[in-house]
């Protein structure tokens, strides 16, 4: 389909519309007609500015980068379907970016709130722990900084499957990811970041940074985080 007919495509919003960057932004599910559930951002004048882009670019750009990347690192991420901007003859910018839902997926933080770690146990949790800092130390061994880091952008499927139990974890909203120089930089960022908005425990968050040093590697030995 053409950038109309993606646009002209509603559904019901779940994240409002909101101001901020010159323009607005929101994000609307969109169920088809095989049953597949898309979410469309929608983002009108909503741009960044860099030293690359000093007069702006639409921000869905700077995610639909991200998205293309993170497959190559191992990261899990939503699928892109589509992707596209258009400037009206007054030069204003409208922004389309549409993914496939993540079956089976939900927030970590819905999941520890649902009682999935009472229900699973301290070893399902163990596993959890390690896939999250694995998928971390590769996305920053990279030079990719998320830029928004909090345990609402970390989604888990944990599923029984016959004997065992599969953890899988995932990175959403990427709007503010970067390449950064320093990868160092870059983990320093968004894990101070994460460890401000999550609700692990202390000695959960003792585990996960170790578990995370130890996929980083020695570039990361000494950070306090």
């Not at 007919?5 to 994000?27: D, F, I, K, T």
């Not at 933080?109 to 896939?131: K, P, S």
């Not at 016959?162 to 390449?179: M, N, Q």
């Amino acid at each position: 389909m053409a950038f109309e007919q993606w646009w002209q495509l509603q559904g019901e919003w779940v994240e409002e519309p909101n101001h901020r960057r010159g323009g607005e932004s929101g994000v609307q599910r969109l169920y088809q007609d095989d049953g597949q559930v898309l979410y469309a951002k929608r983002q009108v004048g909503h741009s960044y500015r860099s030293l690359r882009y000093p007069f702006g670019r639409p921000t869905v750009l700077r995610e639909r980068d991200a998205l293309l990347s993170l497959p190559l690192l191992g990261v899990k991420a939503p699928c892109l379907r589509y992707c596209d901007v258009q400037c009206d003859a007054a030069g204003l910018w409208r922004g389309l970016l549409v993914t496939e839902e993540l079956k089976g997926f939900q927030q970590l933080d819905h999941w520890y709130a649902g009682g999935g770690r009472e229900r699973f146990g301290v070893a399902v949790n163990e596993q959890l722990l390690e896939q999250v800092a694995s998928m971390l130390a590769r996305f920053h061994r990279a030079g990719w900084q998320h830029g928004c880091l909090y345990q609402k952008h970390l989604f888990v499927r944990v599923e029984q499957v016959g004997e065992r139990i599969e953890v899988e974890t995932a990175l959403l909203d990427l709007e503010k990811s970067r390449r950064r120089f320093s990868p160092r930089r870059a983990a320093r960022h968004d894990m101070l970041q994460l460890k401000r908005h999550s609700s692990w425990s202390a000695g959960d968050w003792d585990r996960l940074v170790y578990l995370y040093q130890q996929a980083f590697g020695s570039a990361i030995k000494g950070l306090r985080l």
